[in-house]
Nanobody
């Protein structure tokens, strides 16, 4: 079993910054990808940023130049640095990881519980 625990959400004024963290723990042999998704009220969940084990990174167009995804492989942790935040960034942010465990034969996708980010004056 694998757990993803997010932290770092909160209330911030427009133009401000937040840093989200997501730590993976449990039965982990290898992590293929880690990513951040978000879901605003009455909208579908969307990909914000993804980083692969080979270092490939992609971002949603709406956050390019403002958000930065990074990882600490030793800690099985992924970060999302969010700068120049806008009210449209308000959403619940979810961590996502594609992981294979010891003694298993396939990768599985796991989700965190979500952390609220609210951008408002």
């Amino acid at each position: 079993q694998v757990q993803l625990v997010e932290s770092g959400g909160g209330l911030v004024q427009p133009g401000g910054s937040l840093r989200l963290s997501c730590a993976a723990s449990g039965n982990i042999f290898n992590i293929n990808t880690m990513a951040w998704f978000r879901q605003a009220p009455e909208k579908e969940r969307e990909l914000v940023a993804r980083i692969t084990s080979t270092g490939n990174i992609n971002y949603a167009d709406s956050v390019k130049g403002r958000f930065t995804i990074s990882e600490d492989n030793a800690k099985n942790t992924v970060y999302l640095q969010m700068n120049t935040l806008k009210p449209v960034d308000t959403a619940v942010y979810y961590c996502n990881a594609n992981i294979i465990g010891y003694g298993t034969s396939a990768y599985h996708t796991y989700w965190g519980q979500g952390t609220q980010v609210t951008v408002s004056s």
